[in-house]
């Protein structure tokens, strides 16, 4: 992205949630300690599916792959932010805005194909338990990760592509990270064709899976409905009730993030939403698989007793 009509590199302010400097302490502590949560907590979730030969299913085996893309989501944003909270250097070059951009939209765009995947997992195991192990093998869950990647970086790749023909002469970015939304909003060239596909990369990488999340739990409620017991009703329920949360935490979010760009809020407040989406969101996601899966309640427990007893 140029500066004007100068086409060396560029440099930009990330203005961040506030300029008030009594509130940058406040700011740093809560942002490390929300990282800190982010990283351990899904951590703990990949080394306790990886240390446990129970836990090696595909629902698992999603769960561990998504756990490793929110810790690199984070890391891709919160990292510079306490740096420039830290340093009180709010700079960053054209090339550091292209490269969080372009990671950033990596990142979430597997969230979003993870959660379609694993929203597929379970329509499988509760609607055809019999092919269950049949469908779900080790050889198609893999090629579901590969293709959920590369669409991501194909995605991205274009987006970003299309952002360096554009050109800038508001340096300021009121943001705490270098968004799409945000590249377009300030853009002084003709940004038509970066809109029409932003738009068209929004209808089909985001009501194409959220309507393929909303057809497998629609089929496996009406299947669980069917189950006589209430015992088996509750198991049921409780084996996808966890993935239920973060998707609705997850795409809850995600247009609260959209709505705020489209609508005309002020800067600060489409910020404080793109918290929700960018820190809140994956450091929220352990809790909740955790809590609603007792398998990995135990393995969690396991391991956290076993590292206070070695020390």
């Given amino acids: 992205m140029e500066s004007g009509n100068q086409t060396g590199v560029s440099e930009f302010l990330l203005l961040g949630l506030s300029e008030d400097p009594e509130l940058q302490p406040l ?8 990282n800190l949560i982010t990283v351990l907590g899904n951590l703990l979730i990949i080394l306790a599916i990886s240390s446990d030969s129970h836990l090696h299913t595909p629902m698992h085996f999603f769960l561990s792959h998504l756990s490793f893309v929110d810790i690199c989501f984070t890391s891709t944003i919160v990292p ?21 951009v372009y990671f950033f939209m990596v990142f979430i765009c597997m ?6 995947i694993m929203a597929y997992d379970r329509y499988v195991a509760i609607c055809h338990p019999l092919y269950y192990a049949i469908i779900m093998n080790p050889r198609l869950c893999g090629l579901m990760i590969l293709c959920s990647l590369f669409i991501s970086i194909m995605n991205t790749l274009l987006h970003s592509l299309m952002v360096l023909h554009l050109s800038c002469t508001d340096l300021k970015i009121p943001h705490f990270f270098y968004e799409l939304a945000q590249i377009l909003r300030l853009a002084c060239s003709d940004t038509l064709i970066n809109d029409i596909l932003m738009h068209l ?7 194409g899976p959220l309507s393929g999340i909303i057809f497998s739990y629609t089929r496996i409620v009406l299947s669980i409905l069917r189950i006589p017991s209430i015992g088996g009703k509750y198991k049921a329920f409780s084996t996808f009730g966890s993935h239920l949360s973060v998707v609705f935490l997850f795409y809850r979010t995600c247009f609260g993030v959209y709505l705020s760009s489209a609508a005309t809020l002020s800067p600060r407040r489409r910020a404080v939403a793109s918290v929700m989406n ?6 929220v996601n352990p809790s909740i698989y955790s809590l609603r899966n007792r398998a990995i ?5 396991t391991l956290i007793s076993g590292t206070f007893s070695f020390s």
Avoid: E, H, W, Y
């Fill in 201 to 207: 990369a929004t209808s089909l990488l985001g009501v």
């Fill in 27 to 34: 700011l740093f502590g809560l942002f490390l300690s929300m």
């Fill in 278 to 283: 960018t820190v809140v969101t994956p450091m």
């Fill in 297 to 301: 309640k135990g393995d969690l427990r």
């Fill in 80 to 100: 510079k932010m306490l740096v420039n909270i830290q340093t009180g250097n709010k700079v960053i070059t054209d090339a550091g805005c292209l490269i969080q």
């Fill in 111 to 116: 969230d979003n194909l993870l959660l379609t």
